[in-house]
């Protein structure tokens, strides 16, 4: 008998792991792929170390948020139905002595209140430590082959050592808090399941219940204590997990906001952009002003400039990705949104930015095309040995690492023109290639009639520079022709 009630414990115990399993499994899955999604489209121009800091977030604290939120509750959910149970029968048994019980519980289950504020301060810190953690090991992976060149790898071990035991520091911190935490609300249980058992006894003692009656409470006060410390050390366990939660809704916030934004696009055909005396500062620094601009559908202008003098950032001004100091932007005479620059502006940068993914993907990035178009686009920008159907499936590896500079760039290009983006702002787009390459890839642009070109570059080919419609350099004090 008793070995069958036995079983019937380890079967229970075995099916309970199975849904409480499958069922974080099924939430990690949602609340994963919902916060990448989030996150992508939450991203604003003034986030710093958004890949670190978001990629710790995703692998650590939502790591944290299953095992002591989504098991807890489950945890609590099982000590609920327990407890629950065993007040029944123990009501059932003797209503007064019952409630005394439940009274001597109630007290413990308070404690968790005067470890909630360190808890949470502690899991706070073991976040950050953790994103300080991953800057540092992003950085160091890297800049892997250039540490092995200069044989300076074992120079990077004090430092990394420092932030892994920062990091694993503060994971101590939060664990032994957890542990105090819940030691001291299950010796509390343990003293006050003391009082409730002795009127237990002494009510015996005296025939006012019988001893079968005491002998069923006090089988029962032993689950109902374990169920309440179970509760109490869930309900503490879920409370450190609280600035998780709230970053993880702030995103879910953000993503809304934007979405609203997203479904009232304003498309155009791109006629003029203008700039009418835009200065550009970044804190207090200031950067550049009184830049007037205009520029007409099909036009190609070069903006040259020293190192330094801001010229990324009146890219970035255009993009609506950086506000204005003062002046106005303009499209077609009238002003325009991020969202409205996203669909006519495209951007070639130093460092094209390509997935490890398909030549396909990297096109289309997951939207909906015909191979038709995808090969077009690549047989525009100048990319005739990927332009046949085999090739589109071709992986360019990480970073683009199968791919030259001079194909990667091209991969850009053909992005923006199968996305049927007509303005492109060329950001030193062909600074990283060799002067051929470099002139090749701007005869293609600067030929292509229905492209409108807004390139900043202060080393462009002299056989080129005829090509621009026209040519400024930027300075300190605005523009200036540049003959
Ligand atoms: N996010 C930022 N916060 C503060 N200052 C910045 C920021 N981005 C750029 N700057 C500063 O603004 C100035 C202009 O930078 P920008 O990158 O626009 O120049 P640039 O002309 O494109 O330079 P380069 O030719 O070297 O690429 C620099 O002094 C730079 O240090």
């Not at 009630?5 to 919902?34: H, Q």
């Not at 970035?316 to 006519?344: F, P, W």
């Not at 419609?469 to 003959?483: A, F, N, P, V, W």
Request: charged share 20%; glycine share 6%; aromatic share 10%.
């Amino acid at each position: 008998m008793v070995v069958a009630i036995y079983a019937v414990f380890a079967l229970i115990s075995y099916v309970k792991s199975i849904i409480v399993n499958k069922n974080v499994v099924m939430i990690n899955e949602k609340i994963k792929t919902n916060y990448v999604l989030q996150t992508l489209a939450s991203l604003s121009s003034r986030d710093k170390d958004f890949e670190s800091e978001n990629l710790s977030f995703f692998m650590n604290d939502l790591k944290l948020l299953e095992t002591n939120y989504w098991r807890q509750i489950f945890s609590l959910l099982g000590a609920v139905v327990t407890t629950v149970g065993t007040l029944g029968y123990a009501f059932y048994s003797d209503v007064k002595l019952a409630l005394i019980f439940i009274a001597f519980m109630v007290i413990p289950s308070i404690s968790p209140k005067l470890f909630s504020k360190s808890i949470q301060k502690k899991t706070e810190m073991w976040s950050q430590t953790n994103k300080g953690l991953s800057r540092t090991v992003r950085d160091l992976f890297h800049g892997a082959q250039l540490l092995k060149r200069y044989k300076s790898i074992n120079n990077t071990s004090s430092s990394l050592n420092q932030s892994v035991s920062r990091m694993e520091k503060s994971n101590a911190g939060l664990n032994i808090r957890l542990a105090l935490s819940n030691s001291v609300i299950g010796f509390l249980f343990f003293i006050f399941s003391y009082v409730p058992m002795g009127i237990g006894v002494y009510w015996t003692i005296i025939n006012r219940i019988t001893l079968s009656q005491f002998v069923a409470i006090q089988y029962s006060s032993t689950w109902i204590l374990n169920g309440f410390n179970t509760m109490v050390s869930s309900y503490n366990t879920i409370n450190g997990t609280k600035q998780i939660r709230k970053n993880i809704l702030e995103k879910e916030q953000l993503k809304t906001g934007l979405k609203e934004k997203f479904s009232q696009p304003r498309t155009q055909p791109f006629k003029e952009l203008t700039l009418e005396n835009v200065s550009c500062k970044y804190d207090e620094k200031a950067i550049f002003s009184h830049v007037d601009l205009g520029v007409k559908s099909g036009e190609k202008v070069l903006i040259s400039g020293p190192s330094g003098i801001g010229k990324s950032s009146l890219i970035r001004l255009i993009l609506k990705e950086l506000k204005i100091d003062t002046g106005t932007l303009r499209i077609n005479g009238g002003s325009y949104s991020q969202e409205e620059a996203y669909d006519i502006f495209a951007v070639v940068e130093q460092s094209p930015v390509v997935f490890e993914k398909s030549i396909l993907y990297n096109v289309t990035l997951g939207n909906n095309a015909s191979d038709e178009n995808v090969v077009s686009a690549l047989l525009e920008a100048g990319l005739p040995e990927f332009g046949n159907y085999e090739s589109l499936h071709k992986i360019v590896g990480e970073n683009g690492r199968n791919l030259s500079g001079g194909q990667l760039k091209r991969l850009e290009i053909a992005r923006a023109l199968f996305f049927n983006h007509k303005v492109l702002l060329v950001d030193e787009g062909t600074a990283s290639l060799d002067v051929k390459t470099s002139i090749q890839i701007h005869k293609l642009l600067l030929t292509n009639n229905q492209l409108t070109i807004i390139e900043v570059d202060h080393h462009i080919p002299d056989q080129i520079r005829d090509l621009y419609t026209s040519r400024y350099i930027l300075t300190k004090d605005g523009l200036q022709r540049d003959s």
